[in-house]
Every structure is written in C-alpha cells, then in structure tokens.
C-alpha cells in the first residue's frame, strides 16, 4: 500500500513539474530528459495535463455562460414591460440586451440570419410564415431605429413614440 502511494506522490509531482515544463516551451525529448523518463511516459504525462486543463477551461466558460446568462435574463425582464409598451429607448436597450445574450449563448447574427433563410427555404409553410414574419418585423424596427429622433431620448420631434402598424 505505501509503494502506491508513493508511486502515486510521484506521478503527481512529476505531472506538475511536467506542466510547468510543458509552460516552459520544453519538448517532450527535453523533459524526457530532465525527469529520467521515457517519451511514451511524458507524451502519457503530457495528454493527461491538457484533458484535465481543457475540462477546467470548459468548466470556467459554462460558469461564465450560465452567470452572465442569468444577468442579462435579470436585465432583460426588467425592461421588457416598457418596451412592450412601445417605448423606443426600451426597445433599443432590449435589443442589445437580447444581440448580448446571443453572443454569449454563441449565437451570433451570422447564425440567426441562416437559420431564418433554412427556415424560409423550407417545406414547412408554418415555418416559412413565421420566418417571414420575424424578418418583416425586423426589417419595421430597423426602419424607425435609421429614421432617428430629435430629442435623444427616443422620441418624435414632438414628444410622441412612434408605434408600429
């Protein structure tokens, strides 16, 4: 039992001193050298290392993805009752609120709009109507959003919202 945990111990030191090594720049051939191992042990040594660097790294960005996921879920429902209302300053923010969270998820622009032109060549005429629906009411709020407003507040040049017909 304490032969095991002694080869263990060093296996675990050598993993660390492999990785700083690895951090280094050394080769495998070097680092063969350095511990008085072989290649095949270091090439073992050395895939172990980046498994357990990558699953750290996965684990990082879906922490990062679910907090800032859940932030902008905070922001997004804040909002969403003016903005329903029709309030443009709220409507703006959504949008970038929503573009955010898209990113985040990894659903960029590039992805939606092939997923919309999938969805509106088709078979499915559900689909295509509402695809086409999404791309028609996109296209109405960029228009109000180019005709910019007055006052810098999201307003008409009289005060007044525009809506939408």
Known sequence: MATYNTQMDRRNKRLIEVAKAMLMGDTQVQMSVKFKV????????????????????????????????????????????????????YIDRLCK?????????????????????????????????TAGAISDGLRELEGLFDAGTSDGNGNGAKGEVPTIN
């Not at 042990?41 to 790294?57: A, F, N, P, Q, S």
């Not at 573009?99 to 960029?108: A, C, N, Q, R, W």
């Not at 919309?116 to 060549?121: A, G, I």
């Open 38 to 89: 072989s290649t095949v042990t270091i090439g073992k040594d050395v895939k172990v290392i980046k498994k357990r660097w990558l699953d750290e790294c996965r684990e990082t960005v879906g922490e990062f993805v679910s907090r800032e996921g859940g932030r902008l879920d905070l922001a997004i429902n804040a909002i969403m009752a003016k903005a329903t209302a029709g309030k443009l300053p």
């Open 97 to 129: 609120l929503i573009e955010t969270k898209m990113k985040v998820y990894g659903l960029d622009a590039k992805y939606v709009a092939g997923y919309l032109n999938e969805m509106r060549q088709g078979d499915n005429a559900n689909s295509n109507e």
